[in-house]
């Protein structure tokens, strides 16, 4: 059994910072790429970034890169999520996920694992 359980989010001021984590239990977590996406009411989840089974694959949205680092310690089954220079815009429900694969993608569908969320709010 995957469990995925994210901690981390919280309110903060536009241009702070925040460090998500997401500790799986569950074996074979250093085989997958995992994945961060967001969700804001109303809209569909979009996806954020992701990496590969040893870290050294990453992708970003458009809307983050540059400010927001994905990472992963296979030591401790935790993704994590650095996000910098946060934005209203990035309010959201923030969600890791793990894929059933090696490689990462960024297609919420590609994902089988998901963590029940934890909040991200950035007040302008």
């Known amino acids: 059994q995957v469990q995925l359980v994210e901690s981390g989010g919280g309110l903060v001021q536009a241009g702070g910072s925040l460090r998500l984590s997401c500790v799986a239990s569950?074996?074979?977590?250093?085989?997958?790429?995992l994945g961060w996406f967001r969700q804001a009411p109303g809209k569909e989840r979009e996806f954020v970034a992701t990496v590969n089974w040893n870290g050294d694959g990453v992708d970003y949205a458009d809307s983050v890169k540059g400010r927001f680092t994905i990472s992963r310690d296979n030591a401790k089954n935790t993704l994590y999520l650095q996000m910098n220079s946060l934005k209203p815009e990035d309010t959201a429900i923030y969600y890791c996920?793990?894929?059933?694969?090696?490689?990462?993608?960024?297609?919420?569908?590609?994902?089988?694992?998901w963590g029940q969320g934890t909040q991200v709010t950035v007040s302008s």
């Open positions: 569950g074996r074979f977590f250093s085989s997958y790429a």
């Open positions: 996920a793990r894929r059933e694969r090696s490689s990462g993608s960024r297609a919420p569908r590609d994902y089988y694992y």
